[in-house]
């Protein structure tokens, strides 16, 4: 189940633009950033 949830986020991110990620990312606070992506 939780390899299901990594994949499914991946690929959202895949789809999602970088242009679009960066700048959410970057003002983003640091607890969303964690919560979506604890392995990093």
């Known amino acids: ?3 299901a949830k ?3 986020n991946a690929s959202a991110i895949s ?9 959410v990312m970057s003002l983003a606070p640091k607890q969303i950033i964690h919560h979506h ?4």
């Open 37 to 40: 992506r604890p392995h990093m």
């Open 1 to 3: 189940m939780r390899a």
């Open 15 to 23: 789809h999602t633009p970088t242009k679009m990620i960066t700048p």
């Open 6 to 8: 990594r994949t499914s």
